[in-house]
């Protein structure tokens, strides 16, 4: 996957969320949830998060996605 990251924000991943959902929530893409786990790696054993949890979360190049499959794209 050759995802252009162009910046940074943070985001919270509420209690009972997953990592899928996450990017799911940030990108429309649940596919990208190895992006989130790559830039958070203090958290990467959490699979489903039990309290209010502050997450990095890389802004991406939206046309860096055009490069993907289309059945990856969103």
């Known amino acids: ?15 009972g969320d997953t990592w ?5 929530d940030y990108y429309d893409e649940e596919m990208l ?3 989130l786990l790559r830039y958070n790696p203090e958290l990467d054993d959490i ?3 039990e309290e209010n ?5 890389p802004d991406i190049d939206r046309d860096s996605l055009a ?5 990856r794209q969103s």
């Open 47 to 49: 699979i489903v998060f």
């Open 1 to 15: 996957m050759s995802i252009k990251v162009i910046g940074m924000t943070t985001g919270t991943a509420g209690i």
């Open 67 to 71: 490069a993907m499959p289309p059945w």
């Open 53 to 57: 949890t502050m997450i990095a979360v």
């Open 20 to 24: 899928d959902m996450l990017a799911l």
């Open 33 to 35: 949830a190895p992006l």
